[in-house]
């Protein structure tokens, strides 16, 4: 495929793609309605503007600027000649067409890859809101505006199967936005094809209050026990009765992640410390961790050797009091390793 194919699929398709009008209509609505939601417009990425490098494949939703996360575009920025150094698709002087959203600050976004899962979505206690539909699967995305502490990036499971089947976007997950026109791979047939981003329930964005939000999406958290932890429960510790279970989702959390024991020992007994009251079973701590990493062996019926040893030595120096690492590097470690890891491409 030449460029000129890739960045014009439209010449064959006239009618499936957006006129410059239409494109600019979608957006002015998506603005005005992050905005009617008190939401920062400054939230926009470009995406398709690169090609994969092994298979020389147009990559349409995928994101490529170094660094995006850091520079977010302005809706004004959609009519600006595209002149990102990144950016091997756009003709010189022409703007940007294919753009993402970016969830993060209070903006999350609820991406379904599954109809089953958008369907359920819909009948929870969450309000209706805004919803824009994707190209290729034509599955609509819930737009949410959060009150109250930061929503993490989750990943979404239909109860009692083990594939996850959407994400929960709220800190540097993106999607495609609205009148964004992709070409794809038709899912039966092979066909190539393009489709549109568009707004399918053009209403207010919804403003939940964290607690409704993650009571309404708990039941698609899927097993994985370390899915149900805030970063609020590690920072704050939690109640009398509520100890041993988050600190156990903590441990969860750490070891699935690859982090090591020790760093999930120090960590868990953290926010142990932080509990009322502190939980000081420093040994049922390291049974913890032991048993997430079981936990983890079965669930993937996997065999992990290598930690057994890495499980032995945990909490040697567990009678001290000395801290080995700061909440700081846990907290840290909890957004790197736990949510930024895989996929972070809109779907
Ligand atoms: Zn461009």
Not at 105 to 110: A, M, P, R, T
Not at 146 to 166: C, M, Q, R
Not at 278 to 290: C, N, S, V
Request: charged share 25%; glycine share 6%.
């Amino acid at each position: 495929m030449t460029e000129t194919t890739q960045t014009q699929p439209a010449l064959t398709r006239s009618t499936a793609t957006p006129t410059l009008n239409e494109q600019q209509e979608q957006q002015k609505i998506l603005v005005q309605r992050l905005k009617e939601a008190g939401l920062n417009t400054k939230c926009f990425l470009k995406v398709g503007g690169s090609f994969d490098e092994k298979t020389g494949e147009f990559k349409p939703k995928a994101a490529f600027e170094i660094g995006w996360q850091n520079k977010p575009y302005n809706p004004e920025d959609f009519t600006k000649p595209c002149n990102s150094a990144e950016c091997k698709v756009c003709s010189s002087g022409k703007p940007h067409m294919r753009w993402g959203i970016n969830a993060g600050q209070d903006l999350i976004l609820l991406d379904s890859d599954d109809r089953r899962l958008y369907d359920a979505l819909s009948n929870t206690s969450l309000p209706e809101t805004l919803e824009v539909t994707s190209a290729r699967r034509k599955i609509p995305a819930k737009y949410y505006a959060i009150d109250g502490p930061k929503v993490e990036n989750l990943h979404l499971y239909i109860p009692e199967e083990k594939a996850s089947v959407g994400e929960v976007r709220a800190d540097n997950w993106y999607v495609v936005a609205p009148r964004t026109t992709i070409p794809y791979k038709d899912l039966k047939t092979g066909e190539d094809k393009t489709g549109t981003y568009t707004i399918t329930k053009n209403i207010a964005i919804a403003r939940v209050e964290y607690n409704s939000f993650m009571k309404a999406i708990t039941p698609f958290l899927g097993s994985d026990p370390a899915q149900r932890l805030t970063i609020e429960d590690i920072e704050n510790g939690v109640s009398e009765g509520e100890r041993a279970t988050v600190l156990f989702k903590e441990a969860c959390k750490f070891i699935h992640a690859g982090i090591s024991p020790q760093f999930t020992y120090d960590a868990i007994k953290l926010t142990a410390s932080k509990c009322t009251p502190p939980f000081t079973d420093y040994e049922e701590l390291k049974r913890m961790i032991k048993n997430a990493a079981q936990y983890k062996d079965k669930a993937q019926n996997i065999q992990t050797t290598n930690t057994a040893e890495q499980l032995q030595q945990i909490g040697a120096e567990a009678t001290t009091t000395q801290e080995h690492i700061t909440l700081k590097e846990v907290k840290e470690t909890f957004k790197k390793w736990l949510y930024l890891e895989g996929d972070d491409e809109a779907e």
